[in-house]
C-alpha cells in the first residue's frame, strides 16, 4: 500500500494512465554495479573469439576429499587468476537424491553471510545413507554415484554437471560465467597493481588491439577494465557505502534438453519465463529478486515485487529438474535459450556464500517433494481463511463495520472475514485504536465473530518514533531495532511519520514481539494488545520492508542487523522472519493453540510455513487480472500455495463486467480476498447492480460449496507440497503443447479445471484437454471429449459463465446449503459427485477436521475416499459401485518429511464423533449411458434398502436423492440396470 493519490486526482480530474510505475524510482541491472559487472562478464564471454573464453576456476586436484560420511565431497577452487585467494567447496548428496553445493572464500578478508539457508530449510537435511553414494576421485574429475543418478565435478575448468542416464540434465559453470569476487583490501586508484595473472592468450591479444594505448589489466578478459562500484554506488540520491568492498557471485547455470523454465517469483511475467537475453528475449532486463513495495506495478515486466523465492523448475517432456538457490542479497537472473530445445540461466547475487541445490527430479510430484523436504510444506490453514475476506483501504469505524457486515447478511452473500488497514490504528500506532471511530473494538469483533467471522487488523513492521508509544519505547529499551551504518538506530519514512523498524533477525525481539499480542497478562510482557480477542488475526503488510523516504522505498543496504549483517545480506528474508514472529504471537496467543492466519506481502522460500501471501498492490486492469494468476501459479510452485491476487485490483475502479470476471478468477484462488484502495469508490459484492449482483452471489456461494473440495486439496499440499493450482506442466509432463499454458490450471488433486476470463466482451473460449478422457462442465454436465495428443475445445461464456469442467475420473464431495459463513457449516450434508471417466470409474478424496485447532495432529480427523466402478458391461448387464472408505484407517500415510499423519486416528475419534449426524443428502453420478433400474445402498448393519433417484435424460444425470448414509461411516452403493 502506498501514499494516497486523492491529492493529485483533485489536481487532474483525468483518468489514471493505465500504468504509473515511476521506473526510474526502481534499478534495472545497469543500476545496480554488481549486476553490471555479471552481466559484461557474460558479455565478454559472448563477444570471445570461439573457444578462447575459458573459467579461471579450477579445482585443486590433489585437495579432493571424501567426506568422512561418505555423502559428500569437499575440495579447494582457485581462480587462476588470483593465484593466492583459494574456495572451499563441498558438494553434498542428501537422501532423496538432491545436490547441495557450497562454496566460500578460505580465510577471506571478511566474513561472508552463510546464513540465508538455515533460514529457509525448515530442518538439516538428511544425507544420503553411509556408502551409498560412491565416489571416484580421478585425475580430471570425481564422479559421484547415487540412485541411478551421476554428479561430476570436473576439475579445469571447475564444472559440475548432474546426469540421468547419461543425459546432462543440469550444469553449473558450463559457460565460464561463474566468479565468486574475493574480499579485498581498498586500494587507492593512483598505485592500483593487480597480482600477475595469465590471461588466455587470444582474449589479452584482443584486448591490445582494440585498445592498444591503455595499460592492460592482466584480468581484464574475465572482470573487465575498471572496477565498477565496488566501494561505493549512487542511485539517484542515495549512496550505498559497502564496507565489504565486492563479493558478488555469478553463476550460469544450463538446463540441457529443457525449453521451458517457471518459478523464481515474483514477477508480473508469464508462467514459463521468457528469455531475458539473445535473440528470442522478450525482456530486456534478468529477472530479478529484491523485495520491493512497487507502486502501481506492471502488468509485464522483470521487475522485483513484493516477495522473492530463488527456486526455478526446468521442464521437459523428459524430465522436471530444478535449482534452489539459497541467498537473500540482491539477484538477477537471465535465462536464454542458446539451443531452442534448452535454457541457460544466469544467476549474479550481491553476496553471501554460495549455497545452492540441485533438485534432480525427475517428475513435478518429485521436485515438490524435493523442495519441501527442504523448505516445509505450507501450513493447513484453519478453514475459516480459505472462505471469502472482504477487504478495504478503510473500513472507517467500527460502525462501518457492522454496516458491511449486515448487508453481506442482507444481501444473503456469504463472508467469513472482514478486514482492517491501517485507519483503525490511533495516528498509525499499531496496536492503539482509534478511540473516535473505533470506540469499543472488542464488542465490535466479537459482533462478527458471533455467527462464526474472523476479523483480520493490519500490524506494519515500521513504529512511529514517539516515546509516547510503548511498543516504540520498549523496543528502543531492548535495543532492538535495525541500525543504521553509523550504528544509530534506523530512521525512515513511513505511514505513521518518522518510524523506526524492529530488527527480527535479533532473537531478543521475537519474544517481546510475541508478548504484544497476548490477551492477557504473561510473566514478562509488559505492555500487551488489551484491547484485542482471539477472533483477530493479523495482516503483516509493508515487510519489505517499506520505507518511503528509502532507495526504491526500502531499507538502505548497508543498515545493520543482528549479528552485523549488512541489510544487503539478509534483505529478502526480512519480511518472512516476521510473519513468523507474528504467527508466533497468535500461537502463544491461547492456552490451547489455534491455527494462526497471518498475511504477508513480503516472502521468502520458507514463508510458506507462515501463512498466506498476496500478489500485493495489483490495479484494476484486465491485464493486472490476467497477470495475478500468472503470479499465483508461479508462486504455488515455489512452495508458496497460499497466496492470490486482490480481487477487484487495488488501484481503480473496475466495472460490472471486469469485477465480476474478477470474483470468478478470485473463487479459484487459494487466498481469496475483495481488496480497494481508499481513492477508489466502495465496491463490496452487494453494491453491485444485477445481474452482475446475483453472478457474483452465486460466485461467492460457489466457494462456500466448495470448501470441502478446497480444505481437503489444502491439506494435500500441507503433507506433499504439491501445489494447490496445478498447471498444465504439472498435472501432465509430457504434453509439450501445454508447457506454455498459464490462463488454465486444475485445483489440488480434484479434476477441476478452471479457465478464468481476464478480457472484456469474451463470449467464448478454449480450453486445453491433455489427453483423450472426457471432461464434464461443472454447471450444465455437458460433456468435452479430449483426444490424445491434445485437443482444444471450445465453451461458450457469456458473463455469468467460466469453462469450470470435472475432469473424468473424479468424485467432488461439496455442500450445497448458503450460510453466512463457513463456520455454519460444520453440520450441513454433502453432495457428492461422481464423474465417471471413460472406462467408467472415478475417486476422490474428502478431509475434514475441526478447522482451527491442532486436534488434527493427534488423529482428530476425517480423512475418506470415494470410489466408484462400473462392474460388468454397461450397456447390457451390470451395475455401478460407489464405495465411501475410511482412507485414514486404509492408508498409512507419510508426509514429505516421513512423518506418519495417522498413526494416532481412531474412526471414533472425537472429532469424526462430533460429525456424525451429518448426511450424504446427494448422490450424482455422471456419465451413465442410459437409466438404471434400481439402486441399493448396503451397510454392514443392515439387509439392501432400495433408494429412490431421478434420471435427467437430457445431461445423462443420475441423482440419487437422501441415500441415508452418513459421512463419517462406510457404505455401499449399487447402481443396476437389471
Ligand atoms: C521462526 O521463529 C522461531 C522462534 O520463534 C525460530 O526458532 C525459527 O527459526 C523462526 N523461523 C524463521 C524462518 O524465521
Ligand atoms: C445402515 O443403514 C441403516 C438404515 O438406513 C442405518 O440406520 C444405519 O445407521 C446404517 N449403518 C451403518 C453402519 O451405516
Ligand atoms: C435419452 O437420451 C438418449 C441419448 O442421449 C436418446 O438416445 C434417447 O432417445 C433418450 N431417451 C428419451 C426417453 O428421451
Not at 565431497?73 to 553445493?101: C, M, Q, S
Not at 587470444?202 to 565496488?230: L, M, N, S
Not at 533438485?359 to 490453514?381: C, K, M, N, S
Not at 450434508?829 to 472415478?842: E, K
Request: glycine share 6%; charged share 25%.
Amino acid at each position: 500500500m502506498r501514499p494516497s493519490v486523492s491529492a493529485l486526482l483533485l489536481l487532474a480530474t483525468l483518468a489514471l494512465p493505465s500504468s504509473a510505475v515511476k521506473n526510474e524510482d526502481f534499478r534495472k541491472c545497469k543500476d545496480s554495479a554488481f549486476c553490471r559487472r555479471g552481466r559484461a562478464l557474460a558479455q565478454r564471454a559472448k563477444d570471445a573469439a570461439p573457444g578462447a573464453w575459458k573459467s579461471p576456476y579450477t579445482v585443486i586436484d590433489e585437495a579432493v576429499r571424501v567426506l568422512p560420511h561418505t555423502s559428500g565431497i569437499t575440495a579447494v577452487l582457485k581462480n587462476e587468476l588470483y593465484p593466492g585467494i583459494k574456495f572451499r567447496i563441498e558438494v553434498r548428496v542428501h537422501d532423496d537424491g538432491v545436490v547441495r553445493v557450497r562454496a566460500d572464500e578460505v580465510k577471506g578478508l571478511k566474513k561472508r553471510y552463510d546464513e540465508a539457508a538455515s533460514w529457509a530449510l525448515i530442518r538439516e537435511p538428511v544425507l544420503a545413507p553411509q556408502y551409498e553414494v560412491t565416489w571416484v576421485i580421478g585425475a580430471w574429475e570425481t564422479t559421484g554415484h547415487y540412485k541411478g543418478r551421476e554428479i561430476r565435478v570436473f576439475y579445469k575448468p571447475f564444472r559440475i554437471v548432474l546426469f540421468q542416464d547419461g543425459r546432462e540434465d543440469i550444469v553449473l559453470n558450463g559457460e565460464g560465467l561463474f566468479n565468486m569476487e574475493h574480499f579485498r583490501e581498498k586500494t587507492p586508484p593512483a598505485d592500483k597493481t593487480e597480482e600477475e595473472a595469465p590471461a588466455p592468450e587470444e582474449a589479452a591479444d584482443q584486448k591490445v588491439i582494440e585498445e592498444p594505448k591503455k595499460p592492460v589489466k592482466a584480468t581484464a578478459w574475465f572482470e573487465g577494465e575498471e572496477e565498477d562500484g565496488y566501494w561505493e554506488e549512487t542511485f539517484k540520491s542515495w549512496t550505498d557505502s559497502k564496507p565489504k568492498g565486492p563479493e558478488s557471485i555469478s553463476m550460469d547455470v544450463a538446463f540441457p534438453g529443457h525449453q521451458h523454465v517457471y518459478g523464481i517469483p515474483q514477477h508480473a511475467a508469464p508462467l514459463s519465463l521468457p528469455a531475458t537475453t539473445g535473440p528470442d528475449s522478450f525482456f530486456d532486463d534478468p529477472y530479478r529478486l529484491w523485495n520491493l513495495d512497487v507502486f502501481e506495478h506492471e502488468a509485464s515486466s522483470t521487475m522485483s515485487l513484493y516477495g522473492s523465492i530463488p527456486l526455478m523448475h526446468a521442464h521437459s517432456d523428459k524430465s522436471t529438474v530444478g535449482i534452489f538457490n539459497a541467498v537473500a542479497s540482491e539477484t538477477w537472473i537471465d535465462v536464454s535459450h542458446p539451443k531452442p530445445d534448452s535454457t541457460l540461466t544466469h544467476w549474479i547475487s550481491e553476496s553471501g556464500i554460495l549455497d545452492v541445490f540441485l533438485l534432480p527430479g525427475p517428475t513435478p510430484e518429485d521436485i515438490f517433494a524435493q523442495y519441501a523436504r527442504l523448505t516445509g510444506t505450507p501450513v493447513l490453514p484453519p478453514l475459516w481463511s480459505i472462505a471469502y475476506h472482504q477487504c478495504r483501504w478503510n473500513y472507517i469505524s467500527s460502525q462501518d463495520v457492522r454496516e458491511v457486515q449486515k448487508a453481506f447478511d442482507d444481501n444473503e452473500m456469504p463472508v467469513d472475514v472482514l478486514w482492517l488497514d491501517i485507519e483503525y490504528s490511533e495516528e498509525h500506532k499499531y496496536f492503539m485504536w482509534k478511540d473516535k471511530t473505533f470506540p469499543d473494538p472488542v464488542e465490535m469483533i466479537e459482533d462478527v465473530a458471533a455467527v462464526g467471522r474472523k476479523m483480520v487488523a493490519i500490524v506494519d513492521p515500521h513504529l512511529k518514533r514517539d516515546h509516547t508509544y510503548p511498543a516504540y519505547k520498549e523496543a528502543m529499551d531492548l535495543d532492538i531495532l535495525v541500525k543504521s551504518s553509523n550504528n544509530n538506530n534506523y530512521e525512515g519514512w513511513c505511514w505513521p511519520g518518522s518510524s523506526a523498524w524492529v530488527d527480527f533477525f535479533n532473537p531478543a525481539a521475537w519474544t517481546w514481539w510475541q508478548g504484544l499480542f497476548s490477551l492477557k497478562d504473561k510473566e514478562g510482557v509488559k505492555w500487551r494488545w488489551e484491547k484485542s480477542s482471539k477472533n483477530l488475526f493479523i495482516w503483516n503488510d509493508m515487510n519489505e520492508p517499506s520505507v518511503f523516504n528509502g532507495p526504491e522505498i526500502t531499507m538502505q543496504k548497508d543498515n545493520v542487523h543482528y549479528g552485523g549483517w549488512e541489510h544487503r545480506d539478509v534483505h529478502n528474508i526480512n519480511g518472512m522472519l516476521y510473519a513468523n514472529q507474528t504467527a508466533r504471537a497468535l500461537l502463544a496467543r491461547e492456552e490451547i493453540p489455534k491455527r494462526p492466519f497471518v498475511l504477508s506481502r513480503s516472502f521468502f522460500a520458507g514463508s510458506q510455513r507462515h501463512g498466506a501471501i498476496w500478489t500485493g498492490d495489483n490495479m484494476g486492469t484486465w491485464e493486472h487480472m490476467a497477470v495475478g494468476l500468472q503470479m499465483a501459479l508461479a508462486d504455488g510452485i515455489a512452495g508458496m500455495t497460499f497466496s492470490g491476487a486482490d480481487v477487484g485490483g487495488f488501484f481503480g475502479n473496475p466495472g460490472s463486467e471486469m469485477l465480476t470476471r474478477w470474483y470468478q478468477l478470485g473463487v479459484f484462488f487459494p487466498f481469496f480476498r475483495a481488496h480497494a484502495h481508499i481513492d477508489t469508490k466502495r465496491r463490496e459484492p452487494y453494491l453491485l447492480e444485477e445481474p452482475y449482483k446475483s453472478i457474483v452471489r452465486d460466485l461467492l456461494r460457489l466457494r462456500y460449496s466448495l470448501l470441502p473440495v478446497w480444505y481437503t486439496a489444502f491439506r494435500e499440499t500441507s503433507v506433499t507440497g504439491m501445489p494447490l493450482l496445478r498447471p498444465q506442466y504439472v498435472m501432465f509432463p509430457k504434453d509439450y503443447k501445454g508447457f506454455a499454458i498459464d490462463g488454465q490450471f486444475y485445483v489440488g488433486s480434484s479434476g477441476l479445471l478452471v479457465k478464468p476470463i481476464t478480457q472484456e466482451g469474451v463470449t467464448e473460449t478454449d480450453v486445453w484437454l491433455a489427453e483423450d478422457e472426457v471432461y464434464y462442465d461443472y454447471f450444465t454436465y455437458k460433456t468435452y471429449q479430449g483426444a490424445k495428443g491434445g485437443k482444444s475445445v471450445t465453451l461458450p461464456t457469456p458473463i455469468e459463465k467460466f469453462p469450470v469442467l470435472i475432469r473424468g475420473g473424479s468424485i467432488l464431495p461439496t455442500r450445497q446449503r448458503p450460510r453466512r459463513s463457513s463456520t455454519l457449516m460444520k453440520q450441513d450434508p454433502f453432495t457428492i459427485t461422481i464423474a465417471l471417466d471413460s472406462s467408467g470409474t472415478a475417486s476422490g478424496q474428502l478431509y475434514l477436521d475441526d478447522g482451527d485447532s491442532f486436534s488434527h495432529e493427534k488423529g482428530e480427523l476425517v480423512w475418506r475416499e470415494f470410489q466408484a466402478a462400473v462392474l460388468g458391461k454397461r450397456k447390457k448387464k451390470g451395475s455401478l459401485q460407489i464405495m465411501s472408505i475410511d482412507l485414514a484407517s486404509a492408508k498409512p500415510d507419510q508426509a514429505v518429511d516421513g512423518t506418519s499423519l495417522s498413526e494416532l486416528y481412531t474412526p471414533a475419534n472425537a472429532f469424526a464423533q462430533s460429525i456424525k449426524d451429518v448426511k450424504v443428502e446427494k448422490i450424482k453420478v455422471l456419465g451413465l449411458l442410459k437409466e438404471p433400474k434400481e439402486v441399493y445402498l448396503h451397510n454392514n448393519t443392515h439387509d439392501p434398502i432400495q433408494l429412490a433417484w431421478e434420471w435427467d435424460n437430457a445431461s445423462s444425470l443420475l441423482t440419487v436423492k437422501n441415500p441415508s448414509t452418513k459421512i463419517v461411516e462406510d457404505w455401499t452403493i449399487t447402481v443396476k440396470w437389471v
